[in-house]
């Protein structure tokens, strides 16, 4: 016979996991014991709860494996919940272990009770609340199997102390068998075919993919197709990696804060593969003028995501990795040369900004940390300016290489987010890219870094602003800055040093390289600071309400 808490922590091993990121409280206290005798599973102790469940969701997606947080009833419950919004948003496999009240005191307003199970709902993609020490490990296999399957989400798990003190056998179940979950769609077999028909008819075809390539694990059979067909081929933020930045091939980001000849592709086109993506509004801008010229082909596993936002086209709801082999059999090869012609001559006519400054420039960062460390570091990026900076601007030549909080933008996700990478990621150098007002909602985690010797290089994108805003301010406001000023200047080096951290200041271009070589030569946690004027901002854009290809390039391009 075992205790709950015990049957816990063997179902956690029957799964695979080896890292927990967790917060103690009294509720905790029977799991918290039996993983200080566990040798096979490693508990990370966070700062604060928020970190555990960005650097579960951290893990998760550059490993590929499902993401475990734990914590402690009422407010170490409820700070996860952006966490596992972010999660969801992003389809990202994360379990989430909440400890809870005793079963008897549900619904009592107990000491730190809080009704996880309804927080939750709406944003993860299923929960669930465990009343009964003998469904224990059934709950946990179920949640770790529909986590990580069809189209992946978080999964809550709330548990009462008394079920974790309760004995049972424990016996764990060989397989999954939950009523009504399917865990892959059947594809109907004649939409491949009209779709391959599509595809090999067009003369100006145009591969739009996201994060539903990286989740399936199919980025090489999507630039295998490219290839095979000569289509070009652009993604959103959460795809970027799938294919190699430097491809011929690849016509880089699109969207509201992508490349404005990924807008243009996308505008004249005449099909348009959409793989793995949800035509998010970042992306369409005034959805009625989204690829307007184009047959849609639209291939997700979820089929709430088809006609969603864009109501035409043929729609296949399929895993991606089997709609990407069943389309490589069917498109004949081909080469679009003119269409490819078409393209370059809109990167000459309107690349990306670089400009040159006495200061130092953001895009100029990034050249820094490719001269380097190449192409192959993982990076998490936090929210705002420095995001499109980095998506922008840092070359990624594979997937899970890139993450950032797409869906939820969620300001505090890179330092923990990288934390977590860092866990799955031992081989490689880590980075955390943010600016200076998302660095301050969970620098706490650097005591974490400090304590686990883990080795995130975070640089701190300083301008004393809240950048993205000021942008809003400056381009649709008259440059009336209100509230935007994060006031004097902190020191980050100091703070880095009181959690015992090593700290480099980079005081220009000249020395920016050579301070990020002496950083990835330490063995352990480093801060950046890296000095950002305040008027760098991330161009081109999208006004909201206007077409993709309608971008500005400056702040003074707006006509209101």
């Known amino acids: 016979m075992k205790i709950g808490a015990e049957i816990l922590l063997d179902c956690l091993k029957k799964e695979g996991v080896d890292t927990i990121f967790g917060y103690p409280g ?20 966070v700062r604060h709860e928020q970190g555990a469940a960005h650097a579960a969701d951290g893990y998760a997606r550059t490993t590929g494996k499902v993401g475990v947080c734990l914590t402690t009833s009422g407010p170490g419950a409820t700070n996860l919940v952006t966490g596992i919004a972010t999660a969801f948003m992003d389809s990202v ?5 909440t400890c809870q ?16 199970a309804g927080i939750s709902r709406p944003i993860t993609k299923h929960n669930y609340v465990v009343t009964d020490v003998r469904d224990l490990a059934r709950i946990i296999r179920e949640a770790f199997h529909i986590a990580r399957t069809r189209r992946p989400g978080p999964v809550l798990v709330d548990l009462p102390s008394d079920v974790l003190a309760a004995k049972c056998k424990g016996e764990i179940p060989d397989q999954v068998k939950r009523r009504g979950y399917q865990e892959k769609p059947a594809a109907n077999a004649k939409q491949f075919v009209k779709a391959a028909a599509l595809i090999n008819k067009a003369k100006k075809p145009l591969l739009y993919v996201g994060g539903g390539i990286t989740l399936s694990g199919s980025a090489d059979k999507m630039c295998a197709l490219a290839e095979k067909a000569g289509i070009p081929v652009t993604h959103t933020l959460m795809g970027i990696g799938v294919i190699d930045t430097k491809s011929p091939l690849s016509v880089g980001m699109l969207g509201m804060y992508g490349a404005w000849y990924a807008n243009m592709a996308v505008s004249e086109c005449d099909c348009l593969i959409a793989i793995g993506v949800r035509f998010d ?7 009625d003028t989204f690829a307007r010229k184009a047959k849609i082909i639209h291939i997700d596993i979820d089929p709430s995501s088809i006609f969603k936002v864009v109501a035409d086209g043929l729609p296949i709801v399929c895993d991606a990795t089997e709609a990407l082999e069943k389309l490589l059999e069917l498109v004949e090869p081909n080469e679009h040369p003119q269409w490819l012609a078409e393209i370059d001559a809109w990167k000459e006519k309107g690349p990306l900004p670089r400009p ?4 130092l420039v953001p895009h100029e960062v990034m050249e820094a940390i490719e001269q380097v460390c190449g192409d192959s570091p993982v990076v998490a990026s936090d929210v705002g300016l420095s995001q499109m900076w980095t998506a922008n601007y840092l070359p990624f030549s594979g997937p899970r290489q890139y993450i950032t909080s797409g869906g939820l933008g969620t300001m505090g996700f890179a330092l923990p987010a990288a934390m977590g990478a860092a866990m799955g990621n031992k081989d490689r150098p880590i980075f955390a890219i943010n600016g200076d007002g998302a660095f301050q909602m969970n620098c706490q985690e650097l005591a974490t870094c400090a304590q686990y010797r ?17 942008q809003f301010q400056k381009v649709f406001l008259e440059s009336r800055f209100a509230s935007t000023c994060l006031g004097p200047p902190v020191d980050f080096c100091m703070i880095a040093r009181g959690f015992g951290v090593k700290a480099l200041r980079a005081t220009g271009k000249e020395d920016l390289a050579a301070v990020l070589k002496e950083a990835i030569m330490v063995n352990g ?10 008027d760098c901002y991330s161009f081109p854009m999208v006004p909201p309400g206007r077409k993709a290809t309608e971008m500005i390039f400056d702040a003074d391009d707006w006509e209101g």
């Open 26 to 45: 009294a509720r905790t206290l029977l799991v918290h014991d039996a993983l200080m005798g566990d040798r096979d599973l490693r508990h990370i102790l």
């Open 454 to 470: 883990i080795p995130v290089k975070c640089i701190i994108l300083n301008n004393g602003k809240l950048g993205m805003v000021r």
């Open 356 to 359: 040159q400054r006495n200061h």
């Open 281 to 287: 509004d970042r992306v369409t801008g005034k959805v």
């Open 93 to 97: 496999p994360m379990v989430a272990l």
């Open 525 to 534: 946690p480093v801060v950046i600071d890296v000095p950002i004027h305040p």
């Open 101 to 116: 009240v005793t079963t008897a005191d549900i619904g009592n307003d107990a000491f730190q009770e809080a009704d996880m």
